[in-house]
């Protein structure tokens, strides 16, 4: 598989998919601003997340692809490249 058709990547960007249509659909109809600024935040926040993970996953691929499988140590440390990388 690869690290890019991450099910938990597919589902967060399929989150996100859903919050602009529903976007789309506030603006259409008038609705408050509030509102569809909470929701445009919502899809901000879920394209952070989906960035994150599409990150580190690559990372982690590729890194495996030059030193081989990676121990749970390794793993673990990786882990805080994932922190790091929602600052990107």
Not at 47 to 74: F, M
């Amino acid at each position: 598989m690869s690290h890019a058709c991450n099910p938990d990547l597919l589902n967060r960007l399929k989150r996100a998919q859903g919050h602009l249509a529903t976007i789309l659909t506030m603006i259409e109809e008038g609705r408050d601003g509030l509102e569809t600024a909470q929701q445009l935040q919502a899809v901000v926040s879920a394209l952070d997340k989906a960035k994150t993970l599409l990150v580190t996953d690559h990372i982690e691929h590729h890194l495996e692809d030059v030193v081989g499988p990676l121990s749970a140590e390794a793993r673990e440390k990786l882990s805080r490249l994932s922190d790091l990388a929602k600052y990107l």
